[in-house]
């Protein structure tokens, strides 16, 4: 079988070098695998192109397939690059499915390919290794349907390129998302023509709504008396930081995060942030509603403003990747979510009482800041360790450059609330199963390594993380994260819907039996001393400040750390 011809010259070679070209056309550098036995034409590639002096996309090798999605997440979602993830044939796909399935949730890009054989060792002309017979076989890219924007074969060898081209156009086009394509290797050792991928390809030009539909809600916004922003997840896009806090200035209209804000979206120091999260008190008396880049943000979802107009505003309002969604708009502006905001400022003429609206906002949130404020400090009062008193100590280590990954079920909204934001990027929560966040902390560390990337965890959320292959990425990749566990030895969250929704005076209410909700977990920073990492217990208050700040100082010098925080139950 010939495998390479004249790789030398740049016009013909392998389906390795056809991958990496491919790549470096759509601007990839990135590439992370959890790896299988069809990628051997690119690690061929990958160690001649080294062996040679040249330079090659980086292919990072993980120990689980959903890590490799996540971290690939994150790192996206940080950096905004394109990048690549390879599996290994239907097994990897259905490893990785979890990954996949959040990154079309959250949008996010990504090419994902994965290896199958079309000749089974049938064709005397190519040799394939036994294992494709029987026990690998099964059609990847049926198997990845389900969880991904696009999934489809490549159907020759002449076709790779052109599909690995056009799986990274789909990718990055409205609604974007993770695009498969199952790779037989009879073409990755095939001769490919390397021209064929021409030169680099651009990313999608973003487009905003028409003159007319923009000052359409610019005369609701002339009209309204208590216009209110109601923002999800415009944090993820690029420039929508800044636009929406244009926005929200020029009107002075106050700002919620909704109850399903995945994303740093606004600042929670400035003086029209009113929380949110699902306390909607704010619009009470509002008039009109801008829902900035929503997802689901009525819950139940027939409960919405009772008096408001609402205007949705979003790159990819309707999510087909959901069974059920309702946003009430009564008008829809899609496109880019910063041209939007911006065009919205520029058209909007600023409202004649806006700086009694700004002072009225203003009151309203140091009402709000002081009552946050004194429950902290109850709870440090109280010497307890809680995830009040937890949160005081994450804001006293906090910088403005730090990065939350949050995972956590039970003490989302107490850590949402409490917790400072006060740049884009610096919090981010995935929002499909849990057991995820400790990749996309790794992802989000490897874009921003000058950063400190701390990611929140349940005792439940970290099991269900790949623990021990995503510490051992985390040390292979240089990437040091603080990871901190609220231990509160149990699924509180599952016990919640039970005792809160189901079954008020139930038996399970009544006995507290543990069912459904137990763990009987283990000394988890244990595990730290296996990666050459720090590992912290607390179970006194007085301790926390002390092993937070050691654990970020672990980070710094290379080395992640975990902390075991012990709940009072």
Known sequence: METITDHGTGRRADGGEALLCAFERLGIDLMLSSPGSEWSALWEALARRAEEGRDAPRLLDVWHETLAVDIAMGHTLQSGQLNAVLLHSTVGVL????????????????????????SFGEDPGIAVEPQWYGYLSGSPERIAAPFVKLSRSVASAATLTGALLRAGELARSTPQGPVFLGLP?????????LDAAGGTVPPPSPVRPGDAAIAAVAAMLAEARNPVLVVESSGRHIGAWDALIRLAEAQAMPVLMGRSATYANFPTAHPLYQGGFGDYSALADADLVLLVSPRTPWSPPHKRPAKAKIVAIGEA????????????ADLHLEGDVALTLDALTAAAEKPADRDARAARWAKVHREREDRLATERDEAVRSGDLTALSIAAALREIATPDTIWIDETVTHYGTLRHHLPIGSALSFQRAPGGLGQGMGLAIGAKLARPGQPVVC???????????????????RDLDAPVLFVVFDNAGYRAMRGGVTNFHYPHGALARTGAGFGNAIA???????????GMTGLSVRELPDLLPALRAGLASCRDGRSAILHLTLEK
């Open 185 to 193: 290797v009879e073409h990755l050792h095939a001769s490919h023509d």
């Open 95 to 118: 490893q990785g499915s979890l990954g996949l399935m959040t990154a079309v949730q959250m949008e996010v890009p990504m090419v994902v390919a994965s290896g199958e054989s079309v």
């Open 317 to 328: 309002l309707h999510k087909p990747a959901m069974n059920y969604q309702r946003l009430h």
């Open 521 to 531: 977990g283990f000394e988890y920073h244990g595990l730290a001393g296996l990666f």
């Open 456 to 474: 929140l965890m349940g005792d439940g959320g970290f099991l269900y993380n790949p623990v021990v292959q995503a510490l051992g990425a985390a």
